[in-house]
């Protein structure tokens, strides 16, 4: 036996399977979504990469777009307030987090049994901009904004795509004829997306005084929305680390175990 | 057959005893620590969730319509918290020298509460008592019972009256000798935010207390 | 004869003979000396298959299921759980890496005869656990009631109407209702925790009737006495820790780095039963399957054509008429073995697309390979191949090859002159 030659092959083989068996599954979606979309922009990102983190700046600032532009539409139904405190959130204090949620109003029911509308809490989830599906979709012209708690996760390309239909807003070439309320977006399957652009320069003034333009707060936007389809996506990577070099320094001296065990038999 | 001139080969390894040199043990020493690394995991996942702890935050309770010889009963952190208004004549029998006598710790020394509430009254206000309805025995639900004599019979002095095993406790949670329960009844934290509305979970901002720290709910 | 001077081990191996048996099965149990890293995987999918019991049992703890509450229940496995996003992720993949370990398994066992007499039994044991597998992957994938949760269940339940007469009783059967809901999720979710300890109970079997006759190894030839062998334990337990190690590797770079790897972003979008997503795919692992149902343009025979793809591997042994075990001593085979490899990969690439043009073309041509493959092939080529000379025996070989031998590389997979 030859483990020097044959295990390289096996791990390297493994992974390139994995890897060739996932890729057709995703070229068949872009595919069925439309005539040729343009490919998605190529955007350098902080959390990129097995070491990258998320930028709490840009984190803080994109959350400072969803609260003024997205969450008009746009529910986070999964994402508590409590989630922005700390370290492995924007890196607010627990006070501030208080203060933020204490700005939206939430139904609840009072001790008499009556609806009321109070203060949200920390522990409450984002509020939706609408109290069901019905009326979400009657209030945006039959088309149900889709909540963007998962929204990263959810479609192909992840960040590059969201970031791509918020910066793919164009007048429809000529010769396209668009339905009724519908725009033209480079990126969407189709290209005639129901939302309207959102994002413009100078949308929003920024607390922190960065130039707001139409790429950065795109960028930050994704930033946050990444951040929040998986807020424990920091944790899993240092863990990964440390997992991945445990795992490396036991499979070097169970090899050599093994050799060990091995070394009397003619083999 | 094969298989017992097998077993000699195998017998001539484990003779040598070449087999536990430092790389095999090191090997399965790390095999060891990964194996208990990868059950911490699996064990702290059992352990209340972010969302468990965060609704466990303070409540507050409005005790303006609760009248004298009333009990409230609310929930906090899941757990059902007794909020009682004591009448004078309640109150000046939790000093009756006899009625002490029957008690088990009638000075509260076990740490069944937070520090400022160990007091005869065992509240903050005398007239307002904030209990875990717990019984400290298997952890059933201690009824109410403030009047003395009735079903429990003409020895019962008014307080709460455990229906699983028969423990009992005076008006202010505290448990008599010669029942099951070994403890106290639970003073949670509080303090009160205005003169009628107690928020429950919360210490007095001077007086820092850890709940977790009372000897058992 | 005393397994340990241990007085307690001895008091219990006499009156329950666990201790002998580990003896027997381990420190005894004779195994070729020339088995090579292909052999690892057959405990590889034993892991494979305790990591998801142990991670799947804890996500149970957590999961609710419900079509109310079973995607937000998920989601706060996800986001809320003390190490929740691991177990998840860990079990996500854990499906994944299985099915490439098993895959892995059934393929060796493919290359060198491992069906052959006396191994008949022990393979077909091992085709019921790749269908359990099956089942019990796909019940798992509708549990987080995504979309393609939802999607996959209506498209896979719906097969069995493809049966004439009773197809439709059938399908409402298995669903419970009038389409894929509430009932059919509890139903799911029940089987989903209960057969991966059927799997576990055929695993059982399956090394029973493994040891009954020991390994098959990469020449094919049996065992002819001591010097052929080494006793499991140490030699072979050392090898699979080694293996598993290196293995964990690359589950952990997958499952920490690249978790969604292999799932499909539509997941992400909780179940919809007004909207079906612009293209249902299923997971990876199925979609050889699935492609061969596709090829088929007739609903029944479709479908038929996708369960005998299956079926026909429990007929192996009596097809492949050869003398010989393994393909290193089989020139044609050999070649054949690996076409139906790429065939296979063919067939995966074919289920993930959408089924126009030339992916209709390949879809064919694969299904038909694949069935020739088995019919036809497989007993002609045993019948008009001649094998190359099969060395004496497995320790001779073994000296020849340290030697530099004309039998260098026998044991190696692949190379051959």
Known sequence: MRPRRVLPALLAGAVIAAAVLAQPARPATAQAAGEEAPPLPDVSWSFEGPFGTFDRAALQRGFQIYTEIC???????????DDLAGPSGLGYTEAEVKAIAAQKQIADIDKNGQPIQRPARPSDHFVAPFPNESAARTANNGAVPPDLSDMIKARDGGARYVYGILTGFRDAPKGVEMRSGMNYNLYFPGHQIAMPQPLQDNSVQYADGTKATLDQEAHDVVTFLTWAADPTTEERKR?????ILFLLAMTGVLYGAKRRVWSDIEH | MAESAHSQTADAHAAGGTRRDFLVITGNALLGIGAVAAAWPLISSMNPARDVLAAGAPIDVDLSSLQPGQQILVLWRSRPIFIVHRTPAELKKLQDPQDISLLRDPDSNVLQQPPYVKNWHRSIKPEYLVLVGICTHLGCIPEFMPQPGGSLGPAWLGGYFCPCHGSRYDLSGRVFSGVPAPYNLPVPPHHFVSGTTVRIGENPTTSPFDFDSIEQI | MAVSQNKLVQWIDHRLPVFTFLDHELNQYPTPKNLNYWWNFGSLAGVMLTIMIVTGVFLAMQYTPSVDDAFQSVERIMREVNYG???????????SFFFIVTYIHIFRGLYYGSYKAPRELLWMLGVVILLLMMMTAFMGYVLPWGQMSF????????????FPGIGNDIVTWLWGGFAVGNPTLNRFYALHYLLPFVIFAVVGLHLMALHQHGSNNPLGI?????????????????????GLSAFLIVFAIVVFYFPNLLGNPENYIPANPMQTPPEIVPEWYLLPYYAILRAIPNKLLGVCAMFASIFVLFIVPWLDTSKVRSAY???????VFWLLVIDAFALGAVGAHRPEGIWIVIGRVGTIYYFLHFLVLMPLIGWFERPLPLPPSIAEAVLKKRGGGALAGAAATRTKP
């Open chain 3, 85 to 95: 996003w691991l177990m998840r992720y860990l079990h996500m993949n854990g499906a």
């Open chain 3, 222 to 242: 049996d065992r002819k006495g001591p010097q052929d062998s080494v006793p499991f334990h140490p030699y072979y337990t050392y090898k699979d820790m080694f």
């Open chain 3, 151 to 162: 999607w996959g269940a209506t498209v896979i339940t719906n097969l069995f109407s493809a």
């Open chain 1, 71 to 81: 969450s008009a539409c746009h529910s986070m139904n999964l994402v508590t307030y």
């Open chain 1, 239 to 243: 863990t990964g680390a440390k997992v």
């Open chain 3, 329 to 335: 001593f089989r020139p044609i085979y050999k070649w």
